[in-house]
Protein backbone atom coordinates (compact mmCIF):
# COMPACT_ATOMS: atom_id res chain seq x y z
CA UNK A 1 0.00 0.00 0.00
CA UNK A 2 0.57 4.05 -0.12
CA UNK A 3 3.11 5.32 2.46
CA UNK A 4 4.95 7.93 3.77
CA UNK A 5 8.31 7.38 5.67
CA UNK A 6 10.08 10.60 7.30
CA UNK A 7 13.85 10.25 9.29
CA UNK A 8 12.71 10.32 13.25
CA UNK A 9 13.23 13.25 15.26
CA UNK A 10 13.82 14.96 17.07
CA UNK A 11 16.26 16.95 14.88
CA UNK A 12 18.14 19.27 17.22
CA UNK A 13 20.39 22.54 15.26
CA UNK A 14 22.01 25.80 15.72
CA UNK A 15 20.74 28.64 13.69
CA UNK A 16 21.83 29.23 10.88
CA UNK A 17 22.75 25.86 9.94
CA UNK A 18 21.21 23.87 6.94
CA UNK A 19 18.60 21.31 7.82
CA UNK A 20 17.60 18.64 5.51
CA UNK A 21 14.24 16.64 6.80
CA UNK A 22 14.48 13.39 4.97
CA UNK A 23 11.19 11.67 3.25
CA UNK A 24 10.48 8.97 1.07
CA UNK A 25 7.05 7.57 -0.19
CA UNK A 26 5.59 3.97 -1.65
CA UNK A 27 3.13 4.41 -4.12
CA UNK A 28 1.97 3.35 -7.36
CA UNK A 29 1.49 6.06 -10.14
CA UNK A 30 2.08 10.03 -9.62
CA UNK A 31 0.96 11.33 -6.09
CA UNK A 32 1.17 15.20 -5.41
CA UNK A 33 3.35 15.45 -2.48
CA UNK A 34 3.58 18.10 0.65
CA UNK A 35 5.12 19.45 3.51
CA UNK A 36 3.06 20.38 6.55
CA UNK A 37 3.82 22.36 9.35
CA UNK A 38 2.74 22.46 12.97
CA UNK A 39 3.89 25.34 15.16
CA UNK A 40 3.84 24.67 19.39
CA UNK A 41 0.16 24.24 20.07
CA UNK A 42 -1.03 25.30 16.24
CA UNK A 43 -3.11 23.22 13.82
CA UNK A 44 -0.88 22.54 11.02
CA UNK A 45 0.34 24.62 7.71
CA UNK A 46 0.55 23.94 4.31
CA UNK A 47 4.57 24.86 3.79
CA UNK A 48 4.76 23.50 0.20
CA UNK A 49 3.98 21.11 -2.28
CA UNK A 50 4.91 19.92 -5.80
CA UNK A 51 2.34 18.08 -7.93
CA UNK A 52 4.48 15.81 -10.64
CA UNK A 53 8.39 14.35 -10.71
CA UNK A 54 10.87 16.97 -10.86
CA UNK A 55 8.53 19.88 -9.52
CA UNK A 56 10.49 21.81 -7.07
CA UNK A 57 7.84 24.00 -4.05
CA UNK A 58 9.38 26.51 -2.36
CA UNK A 59 8.39 28.54 0.79
CA UNK A 60 10.03 30.76 3.75
CA UNK A 61 13.48 29.66 2.68
CA UNK A 62 12.40 25.94 2.63
CA UNK A 63 12.59 24.09 -0.55
CA UNK A 64 11.35 20.41 -1.52
CA UNK A 65 12.05 18.65 -4.80
CA UNK A 66 9.75 15.82 -6.22
CA UNK A 67 12.24 12.80 -6.91
CA UNK A 68 10.13 10.10 -9.25
CA UNK A 69 13.41 7.94 -9.58
CA UNK A 70 14.59 8.03 -5.49
CA UNK A 71 10.54 8.28 -4.10
CA UNK A 72 11.70 11.37 -2.24
CA UNK A 73 10.93 14.45 -1.50
CA UNK A 74 13.48 16.16 0.74
CA UNK A 75 12.50 19.03 2.88
CA UNK A 76 16.06 21.39 2.85
CA UNK A 77 16.71 25.05 4.20
CA UNK A 78 20.04 26.68 3.71
CA UNK A 79 19.60 28.67 6.92
CA UNK A 80 17.35 27.54 10.26
CA UNK A 81 16.66 30.21 12.28
CA UNK A 82 14.73 29.85 16.27
CA UNK A 83 11.50 30.74 14.72
CA UNK A 84 11.78 27.39 12.68
CA UNK A 85 11.42 25.21 15.82
CA UNK A 86 7.70 23.20 14.89
CA UNK A 87 6.87 18.90 13.63
CA UNK A 88 7.20 18.59 9.91
CA UNK A 89 4.82 16.36 8.08
CA UNK A 90 5.29 14.93 4.75
CA UNK A 91 2.02 13.44 3.27
CA UNK A 92 0.68 12.04 -0.18
CA UNK A 93 -2.29 12.33 -1.94
CA UNK A 94 -3.62 11.56 -5.56
CA UNK A 95 -6.22 14.00 -7.33
CA UNK A 96 -9.97 12.56 -6.79
CA UNK A 97 -8.96 10.76 -3.48
CA UNK A 98 -10.10 12.47 -0.35
CA UNK A 99 -7.22 10.74 1.77
CA UNK A 100 -3.81 11.94 2.35
CA UNK A 101 -1.32 9.45 3.11
CA UNK A 102 0.75 11.10 6.07
CA UNK A 103 4.30 10.41 7.69
CA UNK A 104 4.99 10.70 11.54
CA UNK A 105 6.31 14.24 11.46
CA UNK A 106 9.66 15.15 12.89
CA UNK A 107 10.47 17.58 15.62
CA UNK A 108 12.52 20.00 14.74
CA UNK A 109 14.51 21.91 17.63
CA UNK A 110 16.54 25.10 16.50
CA UNK A 111 18.62 26.67 19.14
CA UNK A 112 19.80 30.50 19.32
CA UNK B 1 -10.15 34.38 0.83
CA UNK B 2 -11.31 31.32 2.61
CA UNK B 3 -11.16 30.93 6.18
CA UNK B 4 -11.48 27.75 8.62
CA UNK B 5 -12.29 28.55 12.40
CA UNK B 6 -12.39 25.67 15.06
CA UNK B 7 -13.74 26.10 18.90
CA UNK B 8 -13.09 25.94 21.27
CA UNK B 9 -9.39 25.79 21.33
CA UNK B 10 -9.03 24.23 24.67
CA UNK B 11 -11.41 21.84 26.39
CA UNK B 12 -11.24 19.88 29.84
CA UNK B 13 -14.26 17.04 30.42
CA UNK B 14 -14.76 14.57 32.44
CA UNK B 15 -15.31 10.70 31.37
CA UNK B 16 -18.90 10.40 30.53
CA UNK B 17 -19.72 13.67 29.96
CA UNK B 18 -20.63 14.65 26.25
CA UNK B 19 -18.76 16.29 23.62
CA UNK B 20 -19.79 18.90 20.96
CA UNK B 21 -16.43 20.48 18.56
CA UNK B 22 -17.84 22.91 15.96
CA UNK B 23 -15.76 23.60 12.80
CA UNK B 24 -16.92 26.24 9.87
CA UNK B 25 -15.54 27.38 6.97
CA UNK B 26 -16.00 30.70 5.27
CA UNK B 27 -15.04 31.90 1.86
CA UNK B 28 -16.00 28.67 -0.51
CA UNK B 29 -19.03 26.67 -1.19
CA UNK B 30 -19.43 22.65 -1.05
CA UNK B 31 -15.92 22.03 0.67
CA UNK B 32 -14.50 18.19 1.36
CA UNK B 33 -14.74 18.64 5.50
CA UNK B 34 -12.60 16.61 7.59
CA UNK B 35 -11.83 15.73 11.13
CA UNK B 36 -8.52 14.31 12.65
CA UNK B 37 -7.11 13.47 15.83
CA UNK B 38 -3.48 13.95 16.38
CA UNK B 39 -2.45 12.34 19.83
CA UNK B 40 0.38 13.03 22.31
CA UNK B 41 3.68 13.30 20.24
CA UNK B 42 1.83 11.11 16.97
CA UNK B 43 1.07 11.65 13.79
CA UNK B 44 -2.65 12.18 11.87
CA UNK B 45 -5.47 10.16 12.10
CA UNK B 46 -8.17 10.77 9.96
CA UNK B 47 -11.87 10.21 12.24
CA UNK B 48 -14.79 11.84 9.50
CA UNK B 49 -14.69 13.20 5.96
CA UNK B 50 -17.90 14.65 4.33
CA UNK B 51 -18.21 15.84 0.79
CA UNK B 52 -21.91 16.86 1.00
CA UNK B 53 -24.38 18.10 3.84
CA UNK B 54 -25.46 15.41 5.34
CA UNK B 55 -22.73 12.65 3.91
CA UNK B 56 -20.20 11.39 6.65
CA UNK B 57 -17.48 8.90 6.19
CA UNK B 58 -15.84 6.93 9.37
CA UNK B 59 -12.27 6.00 9.07
CA UNK B 60 -12.10 4.29 12.53
CA UNK B 61 -15.44 2.65 14.50
CA UNK B 62 -15.16 4.76 17.74
CA UNK B 63 -18.01 6.22 20.11
CA UNK B 64 -17.17 9.81 18.05
CA UNK B 65 -19.50 10.97 15.83
CA UNK B 66 -19.44 13.73 12.96
CA UNK B 67 -22.43 15.55 11.30
CA UNK B 68 -22.93 18.09 8.45
CA UNK B 69 -25.63 20.20 9.04
CA UNK B 70 -25.21 23.30 6.66
CA UNK B 71 -22.52 23.05 3.47
CA UNK B 72 -20.04 24.97 5.61
CA UNK B 73 -20.31 23.63 9.37
CA UNK B 74 -18.72 20.28 10.64
CA UNK B 75 -19.53 19.18 14.26
CA UNK B 76 -17.72 16.00 16.14
CA UNK B 77 -19.87 14.64 18.97
CA UNK B 78 -19.55 11.80 21.64
CA UNK B 79 -22.29 10.91 24.09
CA UNK B 80 -20.00 9.50 26.41
CA UNK B 81 -16.29 10.95 26.44
CA UNK B 82 -13.42 8.02 27.35
CA UNK B 83 -9.77 8.81 28.64
CA UNK B 84 -8.76 7.92 25.18
CA UNK B 85 -10.27 10.62 23.38
CA UNK B 86 -8.01 13.10 24.93
CA UNK B 87 -5.80 14.63 22.08
CA UNK B 88 -5.22 16.88 19.67
CA UNK B 89 -8.61 17.47 17.21
CA UNK B 90 -8.07 19.18 14.08
CA UNK B 91 -10.81 20.23 11.50
CA UNK B 92 -9.46 20.51 7.97
CA UNK B 93 -11.06 21.51 4.27
CA UNK B 94 -10.51 21.02 0.25
CA UNK B 95 -11.70 22.35 -2.67
CA UNK B 96 -10.75 19.56 -4.49
CA UNK B 97 -9.75 15.98 -3.00
CA UNK B 98 -5.95 15.38 -3.73
CA UNK B 99 -4.59 18.70 -3.65
CA UNK B 100 -3.86 19.11 -0.12
CA UNK B 101 -5.89 20.44 2.79
CA UNK B 102 -6.39 23.99 4.91
CA UNK B 103 -6.47 23.24 8.39
CA UNK B 104 -8.13 24.94 11.51
CA UNK B 105 -5.97 25.65 14.61
CA UNK B 106 -7.31 22.82 16.51
CA UNK B 107 -8.88 22.06 19.75
CA UNK B 108 -7.20 20.39 22.57
CA UNK B 109 -9.57 17.83 24.52
CA UNK B 110 -8.11 16.46 27.91
CA UNK B 111 -10.94 14.03 28.95
CA UNK B 112 -10.04 13.84 32.95
Known amino acids: GNSVTQMEGPVTLSEEAFLTINCTYT??????LFWYVQYPGEGLQLLLK???ADDKGSNKGFEATYRKETTSFHLEKGSVQVSDSAVYFCALSYEGNYQLIWGAGTKLIIKP | SQTIHQWPATLVQPVGSPLSLECTVEGTSNPNLYWYRQAAGRGLQLLFY??????ISSEVPQNLSASRPQDRQFILSSKKLLLSDSGFYLC???????????FGSGTRLTVV
Open chain 1, 50 to 52: ATK
Open chain 2, 92 to 102: AWSVLMGYGYT
Open chain 2, 50 to 55: SVGIGQ
Open chain 1, 27 to 32: ATGYPS
